[in-house]
């Protein structure tokens, strides 16, 4: 059965659905030997798709991993300043085959979703869908009700005004729930507020729980199903 050929690359594990689209536009990926475009169709029991000269096959199975993200570790396949990166807590066979869903700031730790599941990727990733992210956040300063308030009700930072937000407190952490995810937002939003964040951890994303039992660094195997 034909599908769209960056839909076919995402589905094998190979990249995310945006990055296959970036190496179809770069001239990276070939159907036939022929060089692809956005759009492309292809039968993956009949064509031979190649991404920068290696041939893709489809995945055999999906994989849903919860990592539990230390600080000190960036959200990339690598760094070209040699930093630790959340994939060399992977064992070899995993680390190829699966991607990080958003991304965590080198100083914040907590839940991080990696897969091969494109279709998961692009509706995680994707504002329309509005999926909820929780963060734990310790801050230096007591926050008053007033700035708790402003939280809950957006916050003008540099790229504009957030939307309301879900702000709770419980032993002296703020519980702050977004579905937006721009670039450092939650530090910016408390900075937005006059509070300084001496730590900050994602606990949720969707419905999905990070567990106590699961100690920083480390990941488990899950199922789409406990995130959706």
Do not use: C
């Amino acid at each position: 059965m034909e599908e769209r050929v960056q839909k076919f690359i995402s589905s094998a594990g190979t990249a995310s659905r945006r990055k296959a689209e970036e190496f179809i536009k770069s001239g990276q990926v070939l159907i036939n030997g022929r060089k692809a475009k956005l759009g492309d169709k292809v039968d993956p029991a009949v064509d031979v798709v190649k991404v920068y000269g290696k041939i893709i096959k489809p995945a055999d199975d999906k994989i849903y991993l919860m990592l539990n993200k230390p600080k000190g570790y960036v959200v990339s396949k690598s760094d070209p300043k040699g930093k630790k990166t959340v994939f060399d807590l992977l064992p070899a066979d995993l680390k190829t085959k699966v991607w990080n869903i958003g991304r965590l700031d080198f100083d914040t730790e907590g839940l991080l979703i990696l897969t091969n599941d494109g279709e998961l990727t692009q509706e995680l990733s994707h504002p329309k869908y509005e999926h909820e992210k929780e963060y734990e956040v310790t801050t230096q300063e007591a926050p008053q009700d007033s700035q708790l308030e402003k939280l809950r009700s957006g916050v003008e930072i540099a790229t504009g005004t957030t939307y309301p937000a879900k702000v709770k407190t419980k032993n002296g952490k703020v519980y702050i729930t977004i579905h937006e995810g721009k670039k450092r937002q939650i530090r910016r939003m408390f900075a937005g507020v006059n509070l300084t964040v001496s730590n900050l951890k994602r606990v949720r994303i969707n419905k999905l729980l990070l567990p106590a039992n699961l100690t920083s660094g480390n990941f488990k195997k899950i199922t789409k199903e406990e995130i959706l």
